[in-house]
């Protein structure tokens, strides 16, 4: 069977993934791990809603770009990203990464307190640079030395601790690949599963690294007991909407340079104490605007990557790394949520250079 016939990684597989972020929570709940009891049914289906208006803003994305056509102008896009300036991004990217944890004088992963202090202003911008231009690289350029590279930053970025920044790099290349690669369905299968590892992994040094808690669960039995708290965090953002009043969104876009955390709130306002918390992706609107906020956000979440997809596909070039991080990013935050600077402008990178590198008209029309 062709796999390419499905499009495995086409802004649907959110809902499948969804589903099955499901299945964990229900799991950990079923077993009681670390004695979680489970959540409302009301709160099943303000999920069932957020998905549901995820999927209309796909169909208006669709219906959007009905009889029209999409073209890029590929000279700018070629003057721009050249082989050598995103070669250069990407080592500049590793290297400010180095830098970083020199300044932080250890390795993250094997300390909370390092951890907790890893997400720097360097760390940021390293982060910001590196991430596009590794996807956009590999999109443009096949040259197997380019994975060394790769390899090299994820590495780096595994040292800070941080599951997320790890999974993105590792899942969007993969997305990136698949749609520029004819890979055969073994090494696509062995890829999910390495990102599997890598996810437990990550998440249980960095877990059992961090000095003041103690831990006594296996590395799968933290995977879903990770599911099933963050939907017991929903639960209770579901019947407090509205309470933190548009803090989760202005620290989301003000508190790196206030040096606040926004899952930090999240954690205040449903746990009662300070504690970094994630909430899934339907928590933090709900929280701070309620349940039409929620719909809202997810309506034009599903319309943008929708609208991303379908130009990465007609274009293709480096709107291929942009779809895969985006698309990334949507899968971590079905549990983290939307509450990461730098995903936004990830987001605000991608439609600046749709609007000024691609055309989209009406068939007919010149």
Same mark, same amino acid.
């Given at each position: 069977m062709d796999y390419k016939k499905y499009d495995i990684f086409s802004p649907m597989v959110f809902v499948l993934l969804v589903i099955i972020y499901l299945i964990f929570s229900q799991t950990a709940f079923y077993y009681h791990l670390n004695k979680l009891t489970g959540v409302d049914l009301y709160t099943v289906g303000v999920i069932f809603l957020g998905t549901?208006?995820? +999927?209309?803003? =796909?169909?208006?994305?669709?219906?959007? $770009?009905?009889?029209?056509? !999409?073209?890029?102008?590929?000279?700018? +896009?070629?003057? =721009?990203?050249?082989?050598?300036?995103? $070669?250069?991004?990407?080592? !500049?990217?590793?290297?400010l990464q180095i830098v970083n944890l020199a300044y932080l004088g250890g390795i993250p992963l094997f300390s909370g307190y390092l951890k907790a202090r890893a997400a720097t202003r360097i760390w940021l911008l390293s982060y910001l640079i590196f991430l596009p231009s590794i996807n956009i690289l590999i999109a443009k350029y096949?040259?197997?030395?380019?994975?060394?590279?790769?390899?090299?930053?994820?590495?780096?970025?595994?040292?800070?601790?941080?599951?997320t920044t790890a999974m993105a790099i590792v899942i969007s290349v993969l997305i990136t690949l698949y749609y520029t690669r004819d890979l055969p369905w073994k090494y696509l299968i062995l890829s999910l599963a390495a990102i599997f590892i890598l996810l437990v992994a990550v998440g249980f040094i960095a877990v059992k690294s961090i000095e003041w808690q103690n831990w006594s669960s296996t590395p799968i039995e933290?995977?879903?007991?990770?599911?099933?708290?963050?939907?017991?965090?929903?639960?209770?953002?579901?019947?407090?909407?509205?309470s933190t009043h548009g803090q989760l969104l202005y620290n989301t876009l003000m508190g790196f340079f206030k040096s606040s955390d926004p899952r930090v709130i999240v954690g205040s306002t449903t746990l009662g104490y300070a504690h970094s918390t994630t909430s899934t992706i339907f928590g933090p609107a709900l929280l701070d605007f309620g349940l039409y906020a929620m719909l809202l956000q997810m309506t034009i979440l599903g319309f943008i990557i929708n609208l991303i997809y379908k130009v990465q596909i007609n274009v293709k070039s480096i709107f291929i790394g942009l779809y895969a991080i985006l698309l990334a990013h949507l899968i971590i935050w079905i549990e983290t949520g939307p509450t990461d600077l730098v995903v936004f402008l990830f987001y605000l990178i991608s439609i600046v250079l749709l609007i000024f590198t691609v055309n989209i008209k009406k068939v007919g029309n010149k």
């Open positions: 549901l208006f995820y +999927i209309t803003g =796909i169909v208006l994305s669709n219906y959007f $770009l009905k009889d029209k056509e !999409i073209n890029m102008h590929s000279e700018k +896009i070629d003057k =721009i990203f050249s082989e050598r300036m995103v $070669l250069s991004l990407v080592i !500049i990217g590793i290297l096949d040259n197997k030395k380019y994975y060394l590279l790769f390899i090299l930053g994820l590495l780096l970025f595994v040292s800070t601790g941080y599951r933290l995977l879903f007991y990770r599911a099933g708290y963050t939907l017991q965090v929903l639960d209770r953002a579901v019947f407090m909407q509205g």
